[in-house]
């Protein structure tokens, strides 16, 4: 046997720069649209393991391209909608960020904390911010992660991607008008607003679920973090099947006791199918397949995953369902669900991280700035359950015998247990897989880009400032200054965050003009995007290639002027069964044969005419 041209330290762009026809290989599982027109800087390596594809076998397929010395020459490829679809959604998710989310969430709070009281802003304002955080900031992050990544982890491509992206506007329309309905009530049309913001959210989770579903049935490849996302989707359906009930709740009451029973009754619920059924689930479901594959940290055993999904989904179930009945009944033996559902949740919290093997040490070739984040992040989910356990015995035994309160119930504690969750472990982890895939699908290397340690400090240090000044605005009014502050020092952090992601976008797009740039100056470029039309207007003698292969369409003229001008190679290929790279091959030597003739014409005519 040969020795290999090609092994699995080499990076990506070196081999797709040296052997062209790899790049349909690579494409094959699911590098379309990763580190432009030469892939991100990773070792071949690293990426089959993110793709879970055996190395040798991909090592097999790449130097048997390579060793068939295909002359097609440079390839550029033409991102599709569906390549780059994650941009527009982290886009739209740091818009809301630093417009409804995290920005008037920092304002809300320094009101709060000039006026010495949590109920110093009105409750439209908290209610407005914390829906735009889950539905805007949360639900565009997972919405672009996952129409961009799990189709490639699937092998396959995203299931009619224009009806993908148009759940974007859909969302944002309906985040943007369910502001303003709480911001106008109960004044002018605030209902019909708020319920058809509602509407439109509800069609954009539910095209989001079936373009998923979708994309997921045609892979037929099922991998054990399938449940998870399921259940997420399930949760997020819920979710804004309840959204435009909870805003007529809370927005049409019409004593203060009427309101203060609705949002005591259905606030506590509705949040934890918002924030652990929709994050939570769908976080742990991704760490599944990313924090192995992307770190090569240990894979959880398949009992730990079956109990982590049984027993997040169950308790989150048993905490909605135990509460609701508590509150309505007005029995309070219900509420023995809370603590055990916050004790599974703990262990959760506690074993995931073990699990993995998340704070041993990281071969340094696979560390990189997001490691630092995603640590982090699992830290203060242990730190959130933990406090979310100890909720009763706060309640009971320090808050009410110190401050003499007739309820036993701290908003404070609460307030900083919802914190630690949204922040550190939500927020968090977004920062840091982010951090890492938005650089290696724009084409920069992830280990030369900025460490981010200001966004890290920043992010920890107001997190913590906020949970602390907030349980001790129990005690003492001094801590609302403090606690006032807290938000912007996350949003700073933030925001160094957020530039420094539009800023490898931009780089992506601008390795993708060049590379379109200079394939516009060589007379034909030959890749699996190429259209058919252009092979044929060019070589009309390619045609009896295609009908060799069982193209039988492309003998109708009107079809060849019409069909083959929006249809690809990879696209016809695939719908006649055709080996991809094969296919690929004979073309590029045909065209390479056509291209030696023309010149050795051209040089006789020359010669002739001299």
Known sequence: MSERRITGEMLLPDVIRRFPATRAVFDRYGLHGCGGPEGPRETIAWFARLHSVPLEQLLEELNAVAEGGSPIGEIAVQPTRADTIYRPFFLAGLVT???????WGAV?????GTRQNFAGVDYSWILAHGHAMVFGVVGFFIMGFAYQAFPRFKHTSLWRPTLAFGTLPLMAVGIALQAIAHLLAPRGPFLALGLLAGALQFLAVALFAGVLRQTFRQAARPEPYDRFLRAAL??????AVANPVIFWLFETARTRSEFLFRVA?????????QLLGIAVVMILGVSLRFLPHAYALREPTPA??????WGTNGAIATAVLTFLASMLSGDSRWLIGQPIAALVLLLIALGTPRQYRLFGPIPESERDRGVKFIRAAYVWFIVAMAMLVFVPVYNLLIYQPLTGAAVPFSHAFFGAYRHALTVGFITMMIVGVSSK??????GVDVRSAPALW???WLLNAGNALRITAEIATDYTRA?????GLSGFIEVAGLALWGYELVRNMRAGKRLEREAWTRAASEPLVLGPQTKVADILERYPQALEIFLRHGFAPLQNPILRRTMARVVTLEQACRREGVELNRFLAELGAFIEAERKAHASSSEAREAFSV
């Open 437 to 442: 895939v938005v650089p290696t699908l724009s």
């Open 265 to 273: 009754t259905f606030n506590i619920p509705y949040r934890d199918v």
């Open 108 to 112: 809300n709070l320094w009101l709060i």
């Open 97 to 103: 960020l630093f417009t409804l989310g995290c920005a």
């Open 454 to 456: 200001p966004t890290f």
């Open 234 to 239: 399930m949760w997020f359906l819920l979710a």
């Open 304 to 309: 730990w995953r079956r109990f982590t999904f």
């Open 479 to 483: 801590a609302f200054a403090v606690m």
